[in-house]
Protein backbone atom coordinates (compact mmCIF):
# COMPACT_ATOMS: atom_id res chain seq x y z
CA UNK A 1 0.00 0.00 0.00
CA UNK A 2 2.98 2.16 0.37
CA UNK A 3 4.52 1.91 -2.24
CA UNK A 4 1.07 2.51 -4.39
CA UNK A 5 1.08 5.67 -2.30
CA UNK A 6 4.76 6.50 -3.39
CA UNK A 7 4.11 5.74 -6.68
CA UNK A 8 1.13 8.06 -7.28
CA UNK A 9 2.73 10.91 -5.17
CA UNK A 10 5.54 10.65 -8.04
CA UNK A 11 3.78 10.49 -10.88
CA UNK A 12 1.16 13.29 -9.55
CA UNK A 13 3.89 15.26 -9.00
CA UNK A 14 6.10 15.02 -11.69
CA UNK A 15 2.90 15.28 -14.12
CA UNK A 16 2.16 18.96 -12.65
CA UNK A 17 5.57 19.83 -12.15
CA UNK A 18 5.29 22.40 -9.40
CA UNK A 19 7.43 24.88 -8.33
CA UNK A 20 10.77 24.19 -6.40
CA UNK A 21 9.44 24.76 -2.18
CA UNK A 22 6.60 23.81 -0.31
CA UNK A 23 3.82 22.67 -2.27
CA UNK A 24 0.00 21.38 -0.33
CA UNK A 25 -2.90 20.48 -2.26
CA UNK A 26 -6.56 20.49 -0.57
CA UNK A 27 -9.73 17.70 -0.56
CA UNK A 28 -12.77 19.61 -1.95
CA UNK A 29 -14.03 20.49 1.43
CA UNK A 30 -10.88 22.63 2.39
CA UNK A 31 -8.83 20.19 4.37
CA UNK A 32 -5.46 19.69 3.32
CA UNK A 33 -4.93 16.34 1.47
CA UNK A 34 -1.20 16.41 0.74
CA UNK A 35 1.81 18.60 2.35
CA UNK A 36 5.40 17.90 0.45
CA UNK A 37 8.75 19.58 -0.45
CA UNK A 38 9.95 20.19 -4.02
CA UNK A 39 13.70 20.18 -4.74
CA UNK A 40 14.96 20.29 -8.28
CA UNK A 41 11.97 19.53 -9.42
CA UNK A 42 11.97 16.05 -7.76
CA UNK A 43 9.85 15.10 -4.28
CA UNK A 44 12.32 15.42 -1.62
CA UNK A 45 12.22 15.20 2.16
CA UNK A 46 8.51 14.80 4.39
CA UNK A 47 5.71 13.81 2.42
CA UNK A 48 1.77 13.47 4.47
CA UNK A 49 -1.39 13.19 3.27
CA UNK A 50 -4.69 13.55 4.83
CA UNK A 51 -7.86 11.82 5.20
CA UNK A 52 -10.79 14.34 4.00
CA UNK A 53 -11.83 14.54 7.92
CA UNK A 54 -8.17 16.13 8.47
CA UNK A 55 -6.62 12.90 10.01
CA UNK A 56 -3.08 12.05 9.32
CA UNK A 57 -2.97 9.48 6.66
CA UNK A 58 -0.02 8.76 5.32
CA UNK A 59 3.92 10.29 6.53
CA UNK A 60 7.39 9.10 4.85
CA UNK A 61 10.48 10.95 4.08
CA UNK A 62 11.05 11.31 0.25
CA UNK A 63 15.19 11.26 -1.01
CA UNK A 64 16.10 11.95 -4.87
CA UNK A 65 12.38 11.09 -5.30
CA UNK A 66 12.37 7.35 -3.36
CA UNK A 67 10.50 6.47 -0.34
CA UNK A 68 13.47 6.39 2.76
CA UNK A 69 13.27 5.39 6.33
CA UNK A 70 10.14 4.95 8.40
CA UNK A 71 6.90 5.40 6.72
CA UNK A 72 3.43 5.37 8.52
CA UNK A 73 -0.12 5.40 7.32
CA UNK A 74 -3.30 6.04 10.00
CA UNK A 75 -6.85 5.03 10.13
CA UNK A 76 -9.53 7.47 9.53
CA UNK A 77 -9.36 8.23 13.56
CA UNK A 78 -5.94 8.86 13.65
CA UNK A 79 -4.98 5.46 14.97
CA UNK A 80 -1.60 3.90 13.30
CA UNK A 81 -2.52 1.20 10.65
CA UNK A 82 1.05 0.52 9.50
CA UNK A 83 4.16 1.13 10.03
CA UNK A 84 7.47 -0.25 7.94
CA UNK A 85 10.41 1.34 6.51
CA UNK A 86 11.55 2.17 3.34
CA UNK A 87 15.77 1.61 1.66
CA UNK A 88 16.30 3.18 -2.02
CA UNK A 89 12.59 3.14 -2.81
CA UNK A 90 12.08 -0.14 -1.09
CA UNK A 91 10.09 -1.37 2.34
CA UNK A 92 13.12 -3.09 3.60
CA UNK A 93 12.73 -5.07 7.42
CA UNK A 94 10.02 -5.17 9.83
CA UNK A 95 6.42 -3.70 8.78
CA UNK A 96 3.49 -3.72 11.63
CA UNK A 97 -0.37 -3.68 10.50
CA UNK A 98 -2.02 -2.50 13.48
CA UNK A 99 -7.01 -2.36 13.64
CA UNK A 100 -8.62 0.85 14.62
CA UNK A 101 -8.37 0.20 17.97
CA UNK A 102 -4.66 0.35 18.19
CA UNK A 103 -4.03 -3.35 18.23
CA UNK A 104 -1.41 -5.11 16.32
CA UNK A 105 -2.97 -7.53 13.65
CA UNK A 106 -0.09 -8.59 11.68
CA UNK A 107 3.74 -8.14 10.66
CA UNK A 108 5.43 -8.32 7.78
CA UNK A 109 9.42 -8.72 6.85
CA UNK A 110 10.52 -7.08 3.48
CA UNK A 111 13.91 -7.46 2.16
CA UNK A 112 15.20 -5.77 -0.66
CA UNK A 113 11.02 -4.66 -1.20
CA UNK A 114 10.56 -8.20 -1.43
CA UNK A 115 8.12 -10.41 1.10
CA UNK A 116 10.33 -12.39 3.17
CA UNK A 117 7.92 -13.51 6.44
CA UNK A 118 4.27 -12.72 7.22
CA UNK A 119 2.78 -13.24 10.50
CA UNK A 120 -0.60 -12.32 11.67
CA UNK A 121 -2.19 -12.15 15.14
CA UNK A 122 -5.41 -13.93 15.67
Do not use: A
Request: hydrophobic share 25%.
Amino acid sequence: MKRLLTILCLVLLSSCSPPDGPYETFHDNGQLSFRGNIVDGEPNGLFEYFHDNGQLEFRGDVVDGKGEGLFETFHENGRLRLRGNNVDGETDGLSEYFDENGNLTGTETYRNGELVEENNNP
